[in-house]
C-alpha cells in the first residue's frame, strides 16, 4: 500500500507555514520523522521516477529539517542558506507536493549550507548546479514558499508529459 498520500498537496495552508527550529532533545522524535521521510522519498522516485529530497512540512512536520537521498540517506537540521552566487539558472521545477506539475524557476548556480546533521555535528558544504538548486527548493518549504510562488512569469507552468527534464 501506498504512503504517498503522507506527503501534504499543492493548495494545503500547512505548506505556507514557516517551520521553527529543532532543538536536540527533538532529535529522536526528528530522526523517526526523517526515517518517514526517507521512505517517502525512495517511493516516490519509484512511482513517478523522480525525487532526491522532501522538506519535513511536506509531510506536516513544522521543523526546519531536509531528508536527502541521493546516494544514501542524508539529513540536514536546521539548514541556513547563504553565500548565492550572482549568476543564475533557469529550469523546469518538481515538487513532491505537486506530482507532474513543473515550474520554470531561477535559482542561484552556487550557493553554501550550514547544518546540523544527524549527530548534531555542524557541516558546511559549497554546492553548485542540481544540488544547489536542490537544497534552495528544499530550503523554500522551511520558509513556507513553494515554488509555483517562484514562478519567472504566468507562463511558466506545465505538465511534465509536455516537457523534458533530467530527473
Partial sequence: MSNLHKILKLGNPKLHEV????????L???LSKASEMHDLILEYRKTYG???AMAAPQIGYQKRMIALYIDRPLILINPVLYNYSSEM???????MSFPNFLVKVKR???????FLDSDWKEQCWELEDDLS??????????EGILATQR??????????????VKA
Avoid: N
Wanted: charged share 35%; proline share 2%.
Fill in 28 to 30: 529522536p522524535v526528528a
Fill in 89 to 95: 539558472m533557469e529550469l523546469w521545477d518538481d515538487c
Fill in 133 to 142: 538548486e536542490l537544497i534552495q527548493h528544499e530550503y523554500d518549504h522551511l
Fill in 151 to 164: 514562478a519567472i512569469d504566468d507562463k511558466s507552468f506545465a505538465l511534465a508529459s509536455e516537457i523534458k
Fill in 50 to 52: 523522480s525525487g532526491r
Fill in 108 to 114: 542561484h548556480k552556487k550557493c553554501s549550507v550550514r
Fill in 19 to 26: 517551520s521553527v527550529s529543532l532543538t536536540e532533545e527533538e
